[in-house]
């Protein structure tokens, strides 16, 4: 009762990289062993289609478990063998002018944090256009 699905591969049937088109393989085992396995654990099935991976989008698939950043540019290759586009979302502006949500909880926690030990915390009163960003005397 031997399972022929897990025979070994003949020499002539030995992945090179290319696989010849019409060979009975699914586009699934073109890619890395790796990146297979994560995507099969982010669709939680064997079977997905090059389609289905492209419509994760970019964030999702960086944010999954086992996809590191050479992962991720293995995906993105073999998603463009398929004829799809994976990018990185362009960043909005300059990133230090407005804060993320992460960042902006963090510094109002810090604000809180601060004002249950006494001090009083002032949002500042210019965008320090000319100055060193310096709190100015108590008179002023």
Known sequence: MADDSRSSVAPDDAP?????????????????????????????????TPEEVAALGYRRLQQAEGIGSKGLQAISDWLRSHGFALTPPEPAGDPRSVPGRKMQRSIEVAVRLLQTHGYLVQPRLDDGAGESGNSRGAGA
């Open 16 to 48: 090179s990289g290319a696989v010849p088109a019409g060979d009975g393989r699914s586009p699934i085992d073109l890619l890395p062993t790796l990146q297979r396995n994560a995507l099969r654990k982010i669709f939680d099935r064997q079977h997905f």
